[in-house]
């Protein structure tokens, strides 16, 4: 069947970014923020990261938001909810000064207006470990904006994370999309190849390819934005 819909990933397929250099950073703001709330810049890290696990393991009976909150209040107890209006200030204020560590490509958006044109379907399938604002800012720091996507995964609104293949289960099912007729697109050969296990076609973006030794990428389709473009092409003029 012919590709109807293209799913993109956001860091490091349409916001280019060293992954581990912006992660870093942006630990570094959040501790600026919380510090002078008696949160020690360890345990708050490994707090982060106890609270994305538990979105990445979440079975959907809960939203990702829902679920990150309470492994931190599991930490930290419930007086920590008083500080979720700091978090989301943080988000709406301090997070913008991350978009210095991300770069930046013109074809992300250039790709994004010719889908558009040629009448395709758009998903910012992201995984959805931001809150909405978080993600809407990266979305502009790719040049683009969340209006050219018809829907965009957040922590707010999915109770699924990447590389579960319900995630894209789920997404698909909320723009009736039969996985025959989608194209996900994304850098990382764990979370975005495993939309193939639900029968997905997967594009593998390379300037920012995330690439775990033993995986055998020979006969996944990859390249940049023109290789993109040209192998969507192909496929349609296939069917």
Not at 17 to 32: A, N, P, V
Not at 78 to 86: I, N, P, Q
Not at 135 to 147: D, K
Request: aromatic share 12%; net charge negative; charged share 25%.
């Amino acid at each position: 069947m012919a590709i109807k819909a293209v799913l993109f990933d956001l860091d490091g397929t349409l916001l280019p970014m060293d992954l581990d250099q912006f992660t870093s950073e942006y630990f570094r703001f959040l501790i600026k923020k919380l510090s002078p709330l008696g949160y020690e810049p360890k345990k708050l890290v490994n707090s982060i990261w106890a609270g994305t696990a538990a979105m990445i393991r979440n079975d959907g009976t809960q939203s990702n938001e829902e679920a990150f909150w309470q492994k931190f209040v599991e930490i930290y107890g419930t007086g920590a909810l008083r500080d979720k209006a700091v978090f989301e200030e943080f988000y709406n204020v301090d997070f913008e000064a991350a978009r210095q560590f991300c770069g930046f490509d013109p074809a992300a958006s250039e790709c994004i207006e010719t889908l558009k044109e040629s009448g395709y379907r758009l998903i910012l399938a992201t995984n959805p470990i931001f809150p909405e604002k978080a993600t809407a800012l990266r979305i502009g720091w790719a040049g683009l904006s969340p209006t050219d996507f018809e829907q965009i995964t957040t922590y707010e609104n999915i109770g699924f994370g990447k590389p579960n293949p319900e995630y894209y289960r789920e997404v698909l099912s909320r723009s009736g999309l039969s996985p025959d007729e989608a194209l996900m697109v994304g850098n990382d050969a764990v979370e975005d190849l495993a939309s193939e296990k639900i029968g997905l076609h997967c594009f593998l973006l390379t300037p920012c390819l995330l690439h775990e030794a033993g995986i055998d990428l020979s006969d996944t389709p990859k390249g940049g934005f023109p290789e993109l473009l040209e192998y969507i092409d192909c496929e349609n003029r296939r069917h």
